[in-house]
């Protein structure tokens, strides 16, 4: 299983950046995928997921301003980052939760924010 995340880079204050993670490798049902993001010292915190079902959640720093969607003929997510602020700025990465298989992240991507 790959998971193959493009899009970051960098952006001003208040810009816009699409992210997207492409899953291959797989027959087995995403049941779900999301983006999380760590930077240096921290834990790695949820920015947004979402399930088979189209149910999503949004960590409370991001909601109203990034919203997440999939394409699930394509095994592909989106999230689309509005409102960007510097504090954004750190690595994202692409998750996705296999039914009957364990979790997988993809290799990061990295959003920069300027002022």
């Known amino acids: 299983v790959q998971l193959q995340a493009s899009g970051g880079g960098s952006v001003q204050a208040g810009g816009s950046l699409r992210l997207s993670c492409v899953v291959s490798g797989t027959p087995l049902s995403i049941n779900e995928m999301g983006w999380y993001r760590q930077s240096p010292g921290n834990e790695r915190e949820l920015v947004a997921s979402m399930s088979l079902s189209g149910s999503s959640d949004y960590g409370d720093s991001v909601k109203g301003r990034f919203a997440i969607s999939r394409d699930n003929a394509r095994n592909t997510v989106y999230l689309q980052m509005n409102g960007l602020k510097v504090e954004d700025t750190v690595v994202y990465y692409c998750?996705?939760?296999?039914?009957?298989?364990?979790?997988?992240w993809g290799q990061g991507t990295l959003v920069t924010v300027s002022s």
């Open positions: 998750h996705a939760k296999i039914r009957f298989l364990r979790d997988f």
